[in-house]
C-alpha cells in the first residue's frame, strides 16, 4: 500500500513552545491530509482536514490559533502546535488517499510530550 | 456516515481463527465498511474493505450480511502479533470523507 511518513516520531518540549509535526505521502500526491488526536485509550478524534492550497477545515472545539495546518505541496501538511501546554501532551497522527483509491493510509504517529 | 457498534473487547487463542463483528444497521447504499487496525503507539494500519459482497486478501476475510447491516472480520490463523484494536467503519467513497473512529474491538490473542 501506499507510504505516509509522520516525523517525528515522538517529540519532548517546554510549556509555551511550539512544536511543528510533518506528514508526508511518500509515493503519491495527496490533495487532502487528514490530522487526528488520540488521547491514552480513546480513539482517534479527527481535528482537521488539511486542504493543499487553501485553508484547512477544523472539526468543532478545535482552535484553528492553536492548531496551525499548512498543506503547502502535494506530499506534505504540517501541524504546529502552538504554544503548548502539558494538556496538549498526546499522540498526532495524519492519514492520507491516494487520488481514486479508496482505503486511507496512515502515518506512524507522533507522541508530543509538553512538560 | 453510518454509525458502528463493535465489542470493546475479545479474546483469541493463537492459531485458531478471530471472528470480529460489527453493527452498521443504518448504512446506506453507497457506504462501505472498511476495517483498521491499531497496534499499541502506531498509526493505524488498513486491513480491507467491501461494499456488498465477501472480500478476501492476504491479511482477512470480510463477509457482509446480505442486507449490509453487520459484518464479520475474520483473521484465519491469529498470532500475537494480532493483538491490536480493531476499527469497523463505514464511509462513502468521495474523495473529502475522512474516517470517523469509534470505539473498536481490543483483540487479545494468546498464547
Known amino acids: 500500500g501506499a507510504v505516509v511518513s509522520q516525523h517525528p516520531s515522538r517529540v519532548i518540549c517546554k510549556s509555551g513552545t511550539s512544536v511543528k509535526i510533518e506528514c508526508r505521502s511518500l509515493d503519491f500526491q495527496a490533495t487532502t491530509m487528514f490530522w487526528y488526536r488520540q488521547f491514552p485509550k480513546k480513539s482517534l478524534m479527527l481535528m482537521a482536514t488539511s486542504n493543499e492550497g487553501s485553508k484547512a477545515t477544523y472539526e468543532q472545539g478545535v482552535e484553528k490559533d492553536k492548531f496551525l495546518i499548512n498543506h503547502a505541496s502535494l506530499t506534505l501538511s504540517t501541524l504546529t502546535v502552538t504554544s503548548a501546554h502539558p494538556e496538549d501532551s498526546s499522540f498526532y497522527i495524519c492519514?492520507?488517499?491516494?487520488?481514486?483509491?479508496?482505503?486511507?493510509?496512515f502515518g506512524q504517529g507522533t507522541r508530543l510530550t509538553v512538560v | 456516515d453510518a454509525k458502528t457498534t463493535q465489542p470493546t473487547s475479545m479474546d483469541c487463542a493463537e492459531g485458531r481463527a478471530a471472528n470480529l463483528p460489527c453493527n452498521h444497521s443504518?448504512?446506506?447504499?453507497?457506504?462501505?465498511v472498511y476495517w483498521y487496525r491499531q497496534i499499541h503507539s502506531q498509526g493505524p494500519q488498513y486491513i480491507i474493505h467491501?461494499?456488498?459482497n465477501n472480500e478476501t486478501n492476504e491479511m482477512a476475510s470480510l463477509i457482509i450480511t446480505e442486507d449490509r447491516k453487520s459484518s464479520t472480520l475474520i483473521l484465519p490463523h491469529a498470532t500475537l502479533r494480532d493483538t491490536a484494536v480493531y476499527y469497523c467503519?463505514?464511509?462513502?467513497?468521495?474523495?473529502?470523507?475522512?474516517?470517523?473512529f469509534g470505539g473498536g474491538t481490543r483483540l487479545m490473542v494468546k498464547p
Open positions: 443504518t448504512i446506506s447504499g453507497n457506504e462501505y
Open positions: 467503519i463505514v464511509r462513502g467513497n468521495n474523495a473529502g470523507n475522512m474516517l470517523t
Open positions: 492519514s492520507a488517499r491516494p487520488q481514486g483509491d479508496t482505503e486511507a493510509f
Open positions: 467491501g461494499l456488498k
